[in-house]
Nanobody, 120 residues
Framework: VQLQASGGGLVQAGGSLRLSCTAS????????MGWFRQAPGKEREFVAA?????YYGDSVKGRFTISRDNAKNTVYLQMRNLKPEDTAVYYC?????????????????WGQGTQVTVSS
């Protein structure tokens, strides 16, 4: 699986952005898809995952929404009410197993990151 993320940018605090991640391959619908982020000097953090249900990290619950369009092999991350602490490189990820991606945080496939910068 190859993943290509896009949609990052610079936004003011309180604003919104939508990230997209398009996957190659014919078995997209069988994968659990997720988003992680890494801020400078910090460890990579789980943001959200989607299988038949959705899962969120505590810091983004109520502000971020993950969704997928299996016909387009694409997963989205709608981010609202952005805060400066959301500034990070955001990575798309995929794995066949929900536990691996949403609990162990070790997906088998990673996309390249996309930078999100939130100014105060």
């Amino acid at each position: 699986v190859q993943l290509q993320a896009s949609g990052g940018g610079l936004v003011q605090a309180g604003g919104s952005l939508r990230l997209s991640c398009t996957a190659s391959g014919r078995t997209f619908s069988s994968y659990v898809m997720g988003w992680f982020r890494q801020a400078p000097g910090k460890e990579r953090e789980f943001v959200a995952a989607i299988s038949r249900s959705t899962y969120y990290g505590d810091s983004v619950k109520g502000r971020f929404t993950i969704s997928r369009d299996n016909a387009k092999n694409t997963v989205y991350l709608q981010m609202r009410n952005l805060k400066p602490e959301d500034t990070a490189v955001y990575y798309c990820a995929a794995d066949p197993d929900l536990l691996t991606i949403a609990t162990l945080y070790r997906p088998g496939y990673w996309g390249q990151g996309t930078q999100v910068t939130v100014s105060s």
